[in-house]
């Protein structure tokens, strides 16, 4: 079974010496764009390109690697709304997740407030197929990928290792992932 490809309005699909643009693209200056979000469909006897708009509602899935914004705190749990499913169409709507304690890291973490905070933006994997979702953090890759200090609200910036506030002069403890926004 093959994963269908999955596109954004102005995503360059190919060039004009390659393909034909379909439906769902435009051509500018040789390249052809997407026009919109949905399947890419390439026609290779035709050798055309074309966008369809997605029939399947985009919702998680167990496996789903999702981006989310710590919305609330409490003693052992974030509760966190997904806002996007990696390498999926757009959500069909507001899901709601919990990122529990014990799947925060492979370390033992004291307390949820060492890993994650209100606003946080993070990286993490669905790991129910239901809501309010379950979401792990475990892995490398997962974790804090932006996030704002907690005294002033600017940016923290990742500096050796650490998250670190320019302003205050004070670093952060969070579950970081390797994908973090802002490095110095």
Known sequence: MSKTKIVSPGEKLGVIEEYI??????????KIFSSMAGELEIDPKNRSVGVTP?????????????????????EDVALV???????KRPL???FSAQLHISQVSKDYTKSIFDAVNL???????VTTG??????????????VIYATCTKCGGDLVLK?????????????????????????
């Open 92 to 94: 069909t709507g507001d």
């Open 130 to 143: 239901w809501a309010p979702y379950q979401l792990s953090t475990v892995d490398d890759d997962l974790g």
């Open 21 to 30: 643009p379909g439906s769902g693209t435009y051509e500018e200056d040789g």
């Open 119 to 125: 606003n946080d933006r993070i990286l993490a994997k």
């Open 160 to 184: 050796k290792g650490k998250l670190y506030c320019t302003n205050d002069n004070i670093s952060e403890k969070k579950k970081i992932s390797r994908l973090y926004l802002l490095k110095e």
């Open 81 to 87: 709304k997904i806002v996007e499913i990696k390498g």
């Open 54 to 74: 997605s029939k399947k509602p985009a919702v998680p899935e167990v496996g789903d690697v999702v981006e989310g914004i710590v919305v609330g705190m409490k």
